[in-house]
């Protein structure tokens, strides 16, 4: 699986249609284990940041770092 963007993230909400709820940010689960942590891992090589489960270590999503870019 390819690491997700920035734009692709900035489209994403949740499945309920018509929600109401703010969806400025996101927040990441797995579906495995929705109320155990994640894991995380930078992989400097390629800018990728990999979460997994805590739990049972499953692959949840990877997500590619914007190099040179600051938060606002």
Request: charged content about 15%.
């Amino acid at each position: 699986m390819r690491p997700l963007t920035r734009p692709e993230l900035d489209a994403q909400g949740c499945g309920i249609p018509y929600c109401g709820h703010d969806h400025s940010t996101l927040y990441f689960h797995s579906q495995c284990h929705p109320k155990a942590g994640l894991e995380a891992s930078y992989i400097k090589a390629t800018g990728e940041l990999v979460l997994n489960c805590q739990q049972c270590h499953k692959f949840v999503t990877r997500l590619l770092i914007a190099p040179g870019q600051e938060a606002t």
